[in-house]
């Protein structure tokens, strides 16, 4: 089930679906970032001053950020209630940090 958080200027929608937020239906961030913690935060806050996160290359507000975390959380304890989900979880995470020591 996708939770629409809005529709950009051009039209695309941006919606999380399950831990990913999607834009037009293809992967745009898995998590959000502070503008204040994001290494272009200058050019980010003169081109949308109210903006408070990014998710991906998407700036979003407070009140969008917020619906994106409410959504992320209602994911969570949906994953934490399938066993299956969960042992993928564990089996990406592993795949992940094997990746990160150079272990492919």
């Known amino acids: 089930m996708a939770t629409l958080i ?9 919606e999380v679906v399950g831990l990913a937020i999607m834009l037009a239906g293809k992967l745009e961030a898995s998590e ?18 109210e ?14 950020a917020e619906i994106v975390l409410a959504a ?10 399938n066993p299956v989900a969960i042992h993928e979880r564990f089996r990406i995470a592993a795949m992940t940090k094997a990746r990160e020591q150079g272990i492919e």
């Open 72 to 81: 992320f959380n209602k994911a969570e304890a949906d994953v934490l209630g």
């Open 6 to 14: 809005k529709t950009t200027q051009d039209g695309r929608k941006l």
């Open 51 to 64: 903006a408070t996160h990014m998710a991906g290359r998407v700036p979003l507000t407070r009140a969008e």
């Open 32 to 49: 959000l970032i502070e503008v204040k913690d994001h290494p272009y935060r200058r050019t980010i806050l003169a081109t949308v001053p």
